[in-house]
Structures are given as structure tokens and as C-alpha cells.
């Protein structure tokens, strides 16, 4: 059983950054693939940012590209999500994802996950 579990999120200004965290208890870490997803009230949850785990495969939402980098340490088996120029349109609860066997994809659709973490909360005030 993989568990996720998200951390980083807080309160910013419009143009400030965070850096949110996704801890992952994978073994066989290099057949996994990561991605962040995000829900904001009232709206379905959406892909943000994906990565295979040897980070030779990325994949970026149009709405982040050039914003928001996903980044994985192997070493300690964190998934990160570097956001900066961050606007309100970008508050959202945060969600951590991993598959299993993605033959080295960084799949961008939610039916494709199998593990989920349970959010973390990022708001941007105007």
C-alpha cells in the first residue's frame, strides 16, 4: 500500500511562491509516476504537473507551464511542486498522486492514479 502525504501549502500574495511536498512510501520507486492535481470549491479536480520518476518524462497543464515545476528526490522519496508567480485562480486544494508500472509516462488524467494523498490547502490572496 503507497501512502501520500502532502505538505507546503499555506496563504500567499499573487506573485509570491511556495514549494509544496509530497512524501511517498514506494519501494520499486523508478516504476512509479508522480503527479499533482488540484480542486478548487465547486470545480472538478485537475491536472496540474506529472513526472516519471527518473524525471525523463514531464508533462505541465497549460494554465502552470513556465510557473510551476514538479521535481522528485529520489534519495529521500519527496515529489515536489515548485510554484511561483502564483495568482488566485491557483487556490486550490492540493492533491499528491502516484501509478504504479507507468512505463516511464507522466500520465496527466485522474483515472490513471491509483494512490492519492489527501490535499493540502494553497490560497492566493489578491
Known amino acids: 500500500q503507497v501512502q501520500l502525504v502532502e505538505s507546503g501549502g499555506g496563504l500567499v500574495q499573487a506573485g509570491g511562491s511556495l514549494r509544496l511536498s509530497c512524501a511517498a512510501s514506494?519501494?520499486?520507486?523508478?516504476?512509479?509516476?508522480m503527479g499533482w492535481f488540484r480542486q478548487a470549491p465547486g470545480k472538478e479536480r485537475e491536472f496540474v504537473a506529472s513526472?516519471?520518476?527518473?524525471?525523463?518524462?514531464?508533462n505541465y497543464a497549460d494554465s502552470v507551464k513556465g510557473r510551476f515545476t514538479i521535481s522528485i528526490d529520489n534519495a529521500t522519496k519527496k515529489v515536489y511542486l515548485q510554484m511561483n508567480s502564483l495568482e488566485p485562480e491557483d487556490t486550490a486544494v492540493y492533491f499528491c498522486?502516484?501509478?504504479?508500472?507507468?512505463?516511464?509516462?507522466?500520465?496527466?488524467?485522474?483515472?490513471?492514479?491509483?494512490?492519492w494523498g489527501r490535499g493540502t490547502q494553497v490560497t492566493v490572496s489578491s
Open positions: 498522486a502516484a501509478v504504479e508500472n507507468s512505463n516511464w509516462r507522466a500520465p496527466s488524467q485522474t483515472n490513471e492514479y491509483a494512490y
Open positions: 514506494v519501494r520499486t520507486s523508478s516504476s512509479y509516476a
Open positions: 513526472s516519471s520518476w527518473s524525471g525523463g518524462s514531464t
